[in-house]
């Protein structure tokens, strides 16, 4: 069946199953790799993505529920100048870097509704996504630098 | 090629020069490590030079360095062109990294057991800090060379900096790209002539220096081995027995393949034994692959949802009659007999020094504690995934192994090394799990059969990728061995060990028996032995740290039972037992890799955590708060660890602060990426401690998914781990693995402090304890 939706802004047209999860529909149908597969049933955050400024798990999204407009990662800013993205870089947060694109996806749905959390506000907001490398030290000094120019 | 010439620097090192088309030069290297070169022994270097390292200086004077080795998170895209960069004396920001593909010549050849392109064992650093120097100061001694002659001037009065060449006197400069010719036309100077940097001349080795990829990683580039996307691929799922050991018998494939999207269905059978390698020949590589049902479709989806439709039947085999409560079982069994059955091979597994048992009869007092450690599963972030396309009897992969020498993909497509193409992508995590790439074979083995169907159906070959759902991956792993230790040690009067024994329950020989570990050689009645319990199915490997991963916890935690047994402080205890070897300690090679424990570093460590952690204030800490402490030397580095922990009554359990104190010699060289491993490898210690734990039932694992192995998150994540590198005269080692280790017993030992209750067996999470 043929979906239409809005990703980053751009609208695009599917023909897939309605039970098709938006994840695979990123990744498979519109060749969008930003958004990552890590455990399938919504556990890690991996696949973090906005459907109208709320964060959602893509992969527990059928496509036919998707009823506001999508934003990815790729569509956080394609030349990194988001100020999450900035704070990512200066405070140097990936290991392996699997995880940061959910991370920032979750962060950056944090800021729109607390745009000054506080370490509480960012464990609530943030502990649905897991960094296996373990770089939440990196992640916590890089929210609160985007939010207040400062590291802590 | 024109102008290319080649000249060997030394026994075991090559350079070969030669111009780039379109100007420029290229610098290329032939550098084996050290311990390539030791498994060696007296052969040749081979030739003709096939470079394994380059610089290309390109017109416009940037620069490419290649990194050779997996990428997997722990830096080594930055940290080995870092140190060429440096010696070389450009900047930083005028270098571009390539990664190398796989390629024979950077081990001796496929199977070796190692090889030069690992990401395993902390080796990368130790093996390559010499080398990757040599290299970079080599190229910047030929621009040296060629602005000399160019100017008619001595090469003293010639000095370097960001990829120019000025000569002081007269301040005249030219860039590298502007010598290039002239370079090329010149003879390559000898190695001994070449003059490395004074270590406080470093303008790039030890600045923090942010990842190479962060850019594409927070933009969300595709950067990993699942975005790999050839034009015209197809996806696959692989279903293989829940049972270790079981094969696939049939499956409803008709049915399958008429689900939406399904392009192909089969069975793959296992694969055949290997063959034994003659005597003396490199031991056979690692081709054997588990039989399972494939199913191949238009995309992953739609081939994992043909997946719930699947009925496979399946030949469970003989494993699927243990457990992990009949392993228990067999393990207190044996421990009432302490019946010794050491198997043969590998690092030492027993170790008897003075009479423990007399030494026992004599103590005022005696210690006993029986500990255990569970399976645990890698569960890195990205699940395993590799993509192949066979064409034409070549086979083109992409893979994100941590050791691509290993799994020969080309033994399962039924071809020859020489025609596989092997590209390493950089991988979402590895912490040893992908030093077995069984998705690399498996995927080869997919790509052929697919190819092979459509060229009967007279369709053009496609390529496949293979990704594995998490489940696949919790239930499909190698994992990290358990163990069971029964303790008993023997104290004199005044408290001092004076006989120390430990028996190990073990399974397999990736088993870990701790007969060199610490406190041996500083009690005079030391015996370490084991029993193995058997028949033991479940496939065992290496977890990051191996060994003292789980060794750590019950060694450090029982050196600190004993302590309190004693009635000492239990840093102090370690440190006095430490300061009394049984024979001296000869004098310390600076050569750090691969050499034997060191107690003044060990000592080191200590101290500087002690001093760092406000250790000898910890009696003024409230009710139900405790500080704990651990050291481990591990992958030839040293790393003592404070945690301080609070837990409540009703076991709600925090980690307040860490801090660690670390010697891995001489020079760290990127400080950004040493301090996140190390937090990192604290926070995966978080996760070992309370929830992970992989149990068996009938040989197939019980847990899942992360909803039954949570990872520590960050809510659990403490405000501060506080890491401390200590500069000593030793040459520079490894930090991926050392960090995680006494992390682990430091929390345990923490949680005794705060509430007198002793952890024996992990995970804390089983024991009713939870994160506040």
Redesign the interface.
Known sequence: MAYKLTVNGKSQTVDV?GE??LL?VL???L???????????G??G?CTVHVGNKAVRACQTPISTVNAEVK???G?????SHPL?KA??EV??????????GQ?MSAAALLASKPKPT?SD???A??G????????????EAIHLAANGRKS | MKNMKTKQLDRRSFIKVSALAGGGMLIAFYTENGLLAQQRGPAPAPTPINPNTYIKVLPDNTFTIVSKNPE????IRNSLPMIIADEFDVDWKQVKIEQADRDDKYGRDMGAPTVGQIEGGSTATPQNYQPMRNVGATARAMMVAAAAKQWNVPASEVTTGSGIVTHTPTKRTATYASLAQTALAMPVPELSSVKLKDPKDFKIIGK?T??V???A????????S??V?PPGML?AVYEKCPVFGGKAVSANLDEIKKL?GVKHAFIVPASPDPTPAPAGAPPAPNVRWASGVAIVAD???LANNARKSLKPVWDEGPVASQSSAGYLAQAKQLSSTQASQTPAGGTPRSAKEGDAEAAFKTAAKIVEAEYAFPLLSH?????QNSTAHYKDGKLEIWSPSQIPQIANAAVPAGIQNSDVTFHLV??????GRRLVSEYDIEVSKIARLVTDERAKQGLPSVPVKL?W???DDIHHDNYRPAGFHYFKAGLDASGKLIAFRDYVASHGTTSVIPANEFPRGFVANFWVSEGQITPYGIPTGALRAPSTNGVSFVMQSFIDEIAVEAGKDPLQYRLDLLANPLVPAPPASPNSFGAPFNAQRAIGVLEAVRDMSGWKNRDKLPKGTGLGTAFQFAHSGYVAYVVEAAVTADKKLKVNKAWAAIDIGSQIVNP??AV??V??????AMSHMMAWEITIDRGRVVQN???QYQ?????Q?????EVKFLKTDFTPTGLGEPSLPPAVPAISNAIFAATGIRIRSLPLGSQGYRWT
Not at chain 1, 92 to 101: M, W
């Open positions: 199953p098709m999860p695979w990744r498979d149908v060749n969008m790799k930003g958004t990552k597969f890590g455990c399938g049933i556990a890690c991996a990815t990662i790729e956080l800013s394609a030349d990194g993205q990512w870089l140097d947060v990936p290991q392996c870097g699997y995880c940061q694109a920032l370490d960012i464990a609530a943030m502990s996504n897991v960094c296996r490398c373990g770089t939440y030290l990196r992640i916590r | 997997t998170g722990q830096g923090p942010p990842g990829d962060n850019f990683i927070v933009t969300g580039k595709p950067s990993f699942i975005d996307n996806h939406p995309n992953w989806w569960a890195p972030l990205e699940p950089r991988a979402g995590g590895g912490f990704l759902t998490r489940e950004s990426e996140n491993l937090q990192g490898g604290f926070i995966e998914n992360f909803s990872p520590t998150r960050m809510s994540a403490p405000p501060s781990i």
